[in-house]
């Protein structure tokens, strides 16, 4: 079973516009992260929070986690066109971190 | 660097043939891990290793084999294959070290099995 959980599966929003994702997860975590996949590609790397934080930046990104709820989000602030993709969360299958267990993603389209 | 690469990019097989997806890392990364994603789906974990030598299973290992004979190359076999793996599969790599959880993944494999 996957671990994480995003909402809402599909997003459609206006260039200019902020995005918001969520992904609920079932177990306590060291970290969580963020990645984005581009239709047909691999998969990026965005951020990683880790359980002591509750907030972190990146450029136009803005990821916040509450361990109490099992919860993060992914704010994505003016929306352009490229940012078009999918994107999941992620947590470490055990301690060490040697792999991850990922949620189905949301699907976001940005037109302009 | 290379990063990862995963060979062959696209491949069509029957039912019941074997293969062997390859994927290398030229970073010297510890960690390593195969991942198989269905339309729709996120990812999901097939097996990973911590090192040569070492691999465990994932969330979905059934059908699927793998061995770790150098830090570089992490080999996926399909033993007999069969549409459900139809997928496309992707390799992640990432270094031990607790201060850096980024995996670094490959372009893909597309397989369709017929």
């Known amino acids: 079973s996957q671990q994480g959980e995003e909402d809402p599966q599909a997003l459609s929003i206006q260039e200019g516009e902020n995005a918001t994702m969520n992904c609920s997860y079932k177990?306590?975590?060291?970290?969580l992260q963020w990645y984005r996949q581009n239709s047909g590609r691999g998969l990026v790397h965005l951020i990683l929070?880790?359980?002591?934080?509750r907030e972190k930046h990146s450029g136009r990104l803005r990821v916040t986690l509450d361990t109490s709820k099992k919860s993060s989000s992914l704010l994505i602030t003016a929306s352009r066109a490229a940012d078009t993709a999918s994107y999941f969360c992620?947590?470490?299958?055990?301690?060490?971190?040697?792999?991850?267990?990922f949620g189905k993603g949301t699907t976001l389209s940005v037109s302009s | 660097n290379a990063g990862v690469t995963q060979t062959p990019k696209f491949q069509v097989l029957k039912t019941g043939q074997s293969m062997t997806l390859q994927c290398a890392q030229d970073?010297?990364?510890?960690?390593m891990s195969w991942y198989r994603q269905d339309p729709g789906m996120g990812l999901r974990l097939i097996h990973y290793?911590?090192?040569?030598?070492?691999?465990d299973q994932g969330e979905v290992p059934n059908g699927y084999n793998v061995s770790r004979s150098t830090t570089e190359d992490f080999p996926l076999r399909l033993l007999s294959a069969a549409p459900s793996q139809t997928s496309v599969y992707f390799c992640?790599?990432?270094?031990?070290?607790?201060?850096?959880?980024?995996?670094?993944f490959g372009p893909g494999t597309r397989l369709t099995v017929l």
């Open positions: 992640a790599s990432r270094p031990d070290s607790y201060s850096y959880n980024e995996q670094f």
């Open positions: 177990t306590s975590i060291n970290n």
């Open positions: 929070i880790r359980s002591n934080e």
């Open positions: 992620a947590t470490d299958v055990n301690q060490a971190g040697t792999a991850l267990i």
């Open positions: 970073m010297n990364h510890e960690y």
């Open positions: 290793s911590v090192g040569a030598g070492i691999t």
